[in-house]
């Protein structure tokens, strides 16, 4: 695995469309965010059909990486992490759908419209997410690093320690610390 600096260099080379900075980057961090999607979705198949998915995107969008926002593979997580929820949102849609037609005929419409968000609810979701993005932009250092890490990996305590090559001590502070700088920043938008 590369350092950040160097995912940073290939990012912005792969945004110049160098193709071997593309297959640089891919080599380096396609195992890991190919067990990301492993975790996500349980079957290698659609793991890596997201993987896929997610590095064209990271092609077409390697402009859009911003180093003050994320490290790069937290940031490259995420494409994988949100075309991997993507999947799995449509596939739900997909089972609903396929059981709304076995119950009533009505062609899954009728079950839609019960669990569709209003525009109220939309715009709520919206000003959420606006204000989480604030908060995890307050973080710095190893909280908003191991905050990342362990929602968009998954990691355990002990994962967590061993990737970022710190004490499992210091790991669960930096843990409680930003869960509790997120918390108090998000009563004080609310």
Known sequence: ??????????????????RQAFRQLYDAC??????????????????EDVLQDAFTSVWHRADSYRA??????????????????????????????SLDDDDDGQGGVAALGDDRPSPLGLLEQ???ALHLRR?????????????????????????????????????KVWLRRGLDRLRRCMERLA
């Not at 909280?143 to 968009?152: E, P, S």
């Open 1 to 18: 695995m590369l350092d950040p600096v160097q995912l940073e260099r290939l990012l912005a080379r792969v945004a110049l469309r160098d």
């Open 126 to 128: 919206a000003a959420d």
């Open 30 to 47: 396609a195992p890991q965010l190919l067990g990301v999607a492993l975790r996500l979705l349980r079957r290698r198949d659609l793991a």
């Open 135 to 171: 908060c995890i932009d307050d973080i710095d250092g190893p909280q908003r690093q191991c905050l990342a890490l362990a929602y968009y990996h998954g990691l355990s305590h002990s994962e967590l320690a061993e990737h970022l090559g710190s004490p499992i001590g210091s790991v």
């Open 68 to 97: 003050d926002a994320s490290q790069p593979m937290t940031w490259l997580t995420s494409v994988v992490r949100n075309r991997a929820l993507d999947l799995l949102r449509a596939e739900s849609l997909r089972r609903a759908e």
